[in-house]
């Protein structure tokens, strides 16, 4: 395996970390067992962050500008649902 599929593999898995340390946040029933999954949360936050950054710097993640009309209309479209919601 080379270093980009090594990089990509850590970066999939701090994402799916990630979302396992946000519900346990969300889901403590304790201060304790919230700060625990609040602080391990920033601490994968920080580290998919890094891994990104260097896959970035590399060119191995790539990124689109969105046109600033799609951009328009998405929020244009959220803003009309939360008037109505």
Known sequence: ?????????LLLTEKNVCDLYLHGSIESGTQNVNQAFTTALQDSL???SDLYQKMSEKGWYSTQQVPQQQMQQVKQKFSCAQQNG
Do not use: L, P, R, V
Not at 1 to 9: A, P, R, S, V
């Open 46 to 48: 920080t580290m998919q």
């Open 1 to 9: 395996m080379d270093d980009k599929n090594t990089i990509e593999d």
